[in-house]
């Protein structure tokens, strides 16, 4: 009897996991996320080690420049190194295991819930990612970049990577432009950064093939502290208000703090603004699993 259970929870769990998976293919567009963040990193340091910075900076203020672009470059790395992390939130069956039961004295299982799609119990805040194929504790969103999702413990370091790449893709374009500017005025030669006029002017001979790669690489830029940059605001609206990316959506608010910086600290951690000097994977408060209801909530 025991052993049919058993292998219809596993039938159920394989045929979600299966039918998800069929549905969304999450390897492709992890991979394509993946694939451009790489490039962007590695691509924008060497640009600008080799060619941008040499060429616009003084010659005592080369290393300096060289020593910040390092420097924003492996903030990203390490905390994309962290977020990435396979299973850093993930619900697994001893967690499962942990609900409490009506013996218990202390019964209390608000929130807790059973997740058909993994058949196993999930605790409060935790939510079903169809395209990691698990349940994620505090699940907060699903990142193509790190090909991960990003829940109690591995958020974190998704916003301080959010963070940096804002800040280092905005140093390197200011770089990118003060050099395009030495080569073609955009004064006098705005036609030359138009991006469909480009292309143009190189067949012609007009434009060199340096200036067409420091301006793709500036436009793409532009695109991804917009895209980061969003979600950074996004991550720093949901992190004030003391809830994951699904709660603010369906406005539940069951699990906010009277206090600001318990919400900062759930997150970050109690020295939450080390975070963003040096990326160090310290204990947060709580397990992810029981979570204190707001005392100022008041239902209807
Ligand atoms: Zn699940
Ligand atoms: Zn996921």
Redesign the pocket.
């Known amino acids: 009897m025991n052993a049919e259970e058993i292998s219809l929870k596993d039938k159920l769990r394989r045929h979600y996991h299966d039918r998800d998976r069929f549905k969304l293919k999450p390897s492709y567009s992890n991979y394509a996320g993946m694939t451009y963040f790489w490039f962007m990193n590695i691509t924008v340091l060497m640009t600008s080690h080799f060619i941008v910075i040499p060429a616009i900076l003084d010659a005592s203020q080369v290393m300096q420049g060289i020593i910040i672009a390092w420097a924003l470059f492996t903030e990203v790395t390490i905390n994309w190194i962290l977020a990435s992390k396979k299973n850093a939130s993930t ?1 697994t069956q001893e967690i499962s295991e942990k609900q409490p039961q009506p013996s218990n004295t202390s019964y209390n299982s608000f929130g807790w819930k059973k ?1 058909i ?2 058949q ?1 119990n ?1 605790p409060p805040r935790a939510n ?1 990612c169809s395209l990691c194929g ?2 994620i504790l505090k699940r907060d969103l699903h990142c193509f970049v790190t090909g991960n999702c990003l829940g109690f413990h591995n958020q974190r370091y998704f916003i301080v990577m959010l963070f940096y790449i804002v800040v280092g893709l905005t140093y390197a374009g200011v770089l990118n432009v003060l050099y395009m500017n030495s080569i073609y005025p955009i004064g006098s030669e705005f036609v030359n950064y138009i991006p469909f006029i480009t292309p143009w002017k190189v067949y012609q001979g007009e434009v060199n093939l340096l200036f067409v790669w420091l301006l793709f690489l500036f436009y793409c830029s532009i695109c991804s502290v917009g895209v980061a940059g969003f979600f950074l605001l996004w991550e720093i609206t949901v992190v004030y208000r003391g809830q994951t990316t699904g709660e603010a959506w369906k406005r539940i608010r069951f699990y906010k703090s009277p206090h600001i910086l318990q919400h900062i600290r759930v997150v970050f951690g109690p020295y939450w603004i080390l975070n963003f000097i040096i990326p160090l994977p310290t204990s947060l408060p709580g397990d992810g699993l029981h979570w204190e209801i707001n005392p100022n909530l008041k239902v209807h």
């Open positions: 619900v997740c799609k993994c196993m999930s079903h698990a349940c």
